[in-house]
């Protein structure tokens, strides 16, 4: 998820069992090849050796898929080449992404207008790595409307994607919910490749919902996963004894946003860190009370010593709602 999960967040989402395999922010693609820095910055584990036989991956071994973002069929094929010579091991293309900025330089999810055009990025890039690596892709429902889901996802899998991800919305639908994960059914059947489903998965009832209405054997956690870091070990923890995880405590949180600040602090100024730390403060403040309360006493902060200092101290008190 772009500006919000890099190397250090994917090491720490990863520390316990749970995600089988995790993808970088996107490398925008324009109309060059681009130097080998910046899938390095995008894509650290790149030059990791954790686990040489398994590169790129993080400290505990999860695979990292490289994802591109481009809409020239040529540029898209360059830098898919570079990224295999660095060292890739699965390339995903993003046809997904709402942001106005790259929908009008053609990117992301303003490809779900022309599936041929969809199909051409796909063909590109997996005809430029060859057997080498595979190629996946992720799309929405549509652009505006879902007139055009199902021969999106025909044209990825006819352009060669291995894998489909589909995100249960259109464009224009945003992050507003609900999901519709009965969508990506429809299209699971008519295509032959992996589909996973995608989309407002908060939670263990999310995920059984999600499966059952798409069909679907994997999903793809974003802000589930940031909201309560724990979701995927609590769903693998599910899957294999048929318990559940207890919830998430906040000295859980806590620590984990204290180590995520250790990790940022080695290259970033503290500044920097607090407003990461708020950012991520933020995605779990939406599912979780305790959080929200600490999101509350700790916003106008800047200082990382006094903010670190702040999640570690004990509850502040609830807000009182409605009273004079
Ligand atoms: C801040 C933000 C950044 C995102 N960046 C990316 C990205 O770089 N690549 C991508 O495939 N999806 C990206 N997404 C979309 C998510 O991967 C996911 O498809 C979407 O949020 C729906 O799933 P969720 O409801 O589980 O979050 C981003 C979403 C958010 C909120």
């Given at each position: 998820m772009e500006g919000v999960i890099d190397a250090h967040c994917r090491d720490l989402l990863t520390?316990?069992?749970?995600?089988d395999w995790t993808v970088t922010e996107f490398v925008r693609v324009v109309d060059a090849r681009l130097p080998p820095r910046v899938f390095y910055k995008h894509c650290p584990e790149l030059l990791n050796n954790h686990h040489p036989e398994l590169?790129?991956?993080?400290?505990?071994g999860i695979p990292v898929h490289l994802q591109l973002l481009g809409s020239d069929p040529d540029a898209l094929a360059a830098n898919a080449h570079q990224a295999l010579r660095l060292g890739a091991i699965s390339l995903d293309l993003n046809f997904g992404c709402p942001a106005k900025l790259v929908n009008r330089h053609d990117g992301g999810a303003s490809m779900l207008r022309d599936p041929e055009r969809l199909y051409r990025a796909v063909d590109a890039v997996q005809s430029a790595v060859g057997d080498h690596i595979p190629v996946t892709a992720k799309i929405r429902l549509?652009?505006?409307?879902?007139?055009l889901a199902l021969a999106c996802a025909q044209a990825a899998e006819a352009g060669g994607a291995a894998q489909l991800v589909v995100h249960a919305r259109t464009r224009d639908e945003g992050?507003?919910?609900?999901?519709?994960w009965e969508w990506i059914g429809r299209i699971r059947t008519r295509l032959s490749i992996p589909v996973v489903a995608n989309g407002d998965i908060w939670s263990l009832e999310d995920y059984w919902k999600a499966r059952t209405l798409s069909g679907c054997r994997d999903v793809m956690l974003g802000r589930g996963a940031l909201a309560d870091p724990w979701l995927a070990p609590r769903i693998r923890h599910w899957q294999r004894t048929g318990h559940r995880l207890a919830p998430t405590t906040w000295s859980q949180r806590a620590s984990l946003l204290s180590a995520y600040a250790a990790m940022q602090r080695n290259t970033l100024p503290d500044k920097v860190v607090v407003s990461l730390l708020k950012q991520w403060l933020n995605h779990m403040r939406a599912r979780n009370p305790e959080a929200a309360q600490r999101f509350q006493a700790l916003?106008?902060?800047?200082?990382l010593n006094t903010f670190l200092g702040g999640l570690n101290q004990p509850a502040p008190p609830a807000i009182a709602v409605g009273q004079p």
């Open positions: 520390r316990e069992a749970g995600f590169q790129p991956a993080t400290p505990t549509g652009f505006s409307d879902r007139r992050y507003r919910p609900p999901a519709h916003r106008r902060i800047t200082d």
